[in-house]
T-cell receptor
Framework: LAKTTQPISMDSYEGQEVNITCSHNNIATNDYITWYQQFPSQGPRFIIQGYKTKVTNEVASLFIPADRKSSTLSLPRVSLSDTAVYYCLVSPSTTGGGNKLTFGTGTQLKVEL | SAVISQKPSRDICQRGTSLTIQCQVD?????MFWYRQQPGQSLTLIAT?????????ESGFVIDKFPISRPNLTFSTLTVSNMSPEDSSIYLC????????????FGPGTRLTVL
């Protein structure tokens, strides 16, 4: 399983755009990049997933360069409620109902007024 | 998406006792996973619960300590046996999609405190 590296923590203020970069140098050809968000006392929640270039949904954007060795989660105009731990994971497409996931340290994002 | 519930949501237990945690999914799934998250730490996979076969344990986790049942495609249990304070953690179950790109869904977790 590809190992990921993220900053341990980031601070921001309400209304700002936050970009969290994840390094995954040994990503495999069939690996996808997925980001999860975890609030205290809750299980991780899927945010966004991509394979290459750019993916955007109602919550975030995910930028993946051509070499796919890194990815950047972009949160537009964060609010206090975006304070959480963000995990970047890489895993292959599944044919058997899911893959075991390896969680790294994650990035603790703290948003202040 | 899948809706997952866990029981109990939290418990405080005495050293040497055992606790069984239940995970219920609102749809049939092939594989279910059990994770542990110690205070302030990331998630660590304990085992994969396969329906109709024994669970597959990760390095550092053994069946005697964490027996798992998977009686059907919507339910699984994890037992934490002969507990010690070091077992105080949040235990989470997750499920994956039937096939295709892997997007897992996690339960709310069970917060266990061992005195």
């Amino acid at each position: 399983l590809a190992k990921t590296t993220q900053p341990i923590s980031m601070d921001s203020y309400e209304g700002q755009e936050v970009n969290i970069t994840c390094s995954h140098n040994n990503i495999a050809t069939n690996d996808y990049i997925t980001w999860y968000q975890q609030f205290p006392s809750q299980g991780p929640r899927f945010i966004i997933q991509g394979y290459k270039t750019k993916v955007t949904n109602e919550v975030a954007s995910l930028f993946i360069p051509a070499d796919r060795k890194s990815s950047t989660l972009s949160l537009p105009r964060v609010s206090l409620s975006d304070t959480a731990v963000y995990y970047c994971l890489v895993s292959p497409s599944t044919t058997g109902g899911g893959n075991k996931l390896t969680f790294g340290t994650g990035t603790q994002l703290k948003v202040e007024l | 998406s899948a809706v997952i519930s866990q029981k109990p949501s939290r418990d405080i237990c005495q050293r040497g006792t055992s606790l069984t945690i239940q995970c219920q999914v609102d749809s049939q799934v092939t594989m279910m996973f059990w994770y542990r998250q110690q205070p302030g730490q990331s998630l660590t996979l304990i085992a994969t619960a396969n329906q109709g076969s024994e669970a597959t344990y990760e390095s550092g986790f053994v069946i005697d300590k964490f027996p798992i049942s998977r009686p059907n495609l919507t339910f699984s249990t994890l037992t934490v046996s002969n507990m010690s304070p070091e077992d105080s953690s949040i235990y989470l179950c997750s499920v994956g999609p039937r096939s295709g790109v892997d997007t897992q869904y996690f339960g709310p977790g069970t917060r266990l405190t061992v005195l």
